[in-house]
């Protein structure tokens, strides 16, 4: 028997189990508190693992850390989300505090692991998994085993840059195409007067035609103005409460704002998945997180169309692209298989 842990932004989850993909005997879930940084999470941890210890008498620790790691140090390099997680001893910690054996992974790295052996991806050879929520993470899994490369972080899907343009740290394909990315994106485009490329407005009528490309462009407005309403209507008018469920429940209502948000996503992460099998060639493609729980027109339809785009035209059809089959207990049970390697 085994503990796994996995450490969120915003969700701590505590399980026990045999790390091969059975049914976990024991799960605690709970929500962070960001304000406490690293060291309130670890109470929690400590507080939720005494008692599984104490029934279960697991023999080791795996856990799933949101962010960078030094897998062999056993140390977390950097949280994102959270304060005071920068070059932490966690593996110590644990082995001190929770007085077990423990090994530390990324959670998206250990996510793909699980996926790959025990769920949508299983019995394939070469699988790639990506998790789109409110981040974008990456997992190579070969022959069972993640691909770490010679730094230890590899597959960073979500901070590839999309052209030649995307010259800064920040203009990545998460920041384009992750949950947060769209609800920003949106947030910006209702508080910010943005230009509007004239480019759609020219075509259809006589040369020189301006009274229609006015009205064109007045209509435009008027109907993205209706649309921007509706999105704070639907977050009581505070924009930081945009989701991207709020998002997907307004697209599926013909809101434009919100279809052309998926659109750009959906452009940026099948460039992205284009460029990863053009290198790479899987199997399989598992993606989870809770952007593909927008359903098959916002999501699946888009993506599969904007992979196919720019994938290496050989490659279309070698390919499957696959929603991961594990849920919310995924990190968990990668975690569990990672404690239970020898």
Known sequence: MFLGIEIGGTKLQVGVGLGDGSALVALERREVDRAAGAAGIRRQIEALSAPLIARHRPQAVGIGFGGPVDRLAGRTLKSHQIDGWTDYPLADWCRQVLGLPAKIGNDADLAG???ARFGAGRGRRVVFYTTVGS????????????????????????????????????????????????????????????????????SGGPPGDEADVRRRLLAADEADAESGEDLRQRCGGNLDLLTTKIIAEAAEDGNRLAEAAFRQAARA?????????TLLSPEAVVIGGGVPLA????????????????????????FRLLPAGLGEEVVVHGALALAAER
């Open 135 to 202: 981040g974008i993470g990456g997992a190579l899994v070969l022959d069972g085993q993640v691909f770490l490369g010679g730094a230890g972080i590899a597959s960073e899907i979500g901070h590839l840059r999309p052209g030649l343009h995307a010259d800064r740290p920040e203009l990545t394909v998460e920041s384009l195409a992750s949950g947060w990315g769209m609800a920003a994106a949106l947030q910006a485009q209702l508080t910010e007067p943005i230009s509007r490329p004239l480019e759609p407005f020219l």
């Open 113 to 115: 692991l699980a996926e």
């Open 269 to 277: 992460l099948g460039w992205a998945l284009g460029q990863m099998i």
């Open 295 to 318: 359903g098959e027109n916002l999501f699946w339809a888009p993506l599969r169309e904007e992979v196919n785009r720019y994938v290496f035209p050989p490659l279309r059809g070698t």
